[in-house]
């Protein structure tokens, strides 16, 4: 389980779990809950309040956005540590030549455009436990 706490506009960044399904419980506030689905490559979006929850199976590429001040989520998950893969981490750890190469782009421009992302930061237990 793991406690997200928010104010209003903050993000928990897009990422999937390969090794997890998670349950999204609201606490307090409220919150989106925007996920895309991978057979239809669209995003399906779910406000959430008080009291209601967002299923998100394994696998699939999500993130959540809080619409209010104080906003407390919930994250059950059927694992007991649950793997991340975080956008910013698939975006920094790719060779830019790969992305440039792939998509048709500018080597030194893809750099410069991903030059100011910074690894998130996740609170929890020590990785060596």
């Known amino acids: ?11 928990i960044e897009p990422h999937y779990h390969p ?28 406000q959430i309040t008080p009291g209601q929850v967002v299923n998100i199976p394994q696998g699939w590429w999500h993130y959540q ?26 975006l920094t750890a790719t060779p830019a030549d790969v992305f440039a190469y792939t998509y048709g782009l500018d080597e030194n421009q ?7 992302i910074q690894p998130s930061i996740l609170i929890g237990p020590p990785m060596d436990e």
């Not at 399904?21 to 669209?42: D, Q, R």
């Not at 956005?65 to 698939?90: C, K, M, R, Y």
Request: charged share 15%; glycine share 4%.
């Open 1 to 11: 389980m793991l406690d997200i706490f928010l104010s209003k506009n903050s993000i």
């Open 19 to 46: 090794n997890a399904s998670e349950l999204t419980y609201c606490v307090s506030g409220s919150a989106t809950i925007s996920l895309m689905n991978p057979n239809t490559k669209k995003f399906q979006h779910y």
């Open 65 to 90: 956005i809080a619409n209010t001040d104080d906003t407390h989520l919930q994250g059950i998950f059927n694992t007991d540590t649950p793997e991340v893969i975080l956008g910013s981490d698939i």
């Open 110 to 116: 893809w750099i410069a455009a991903t030059a100011n």
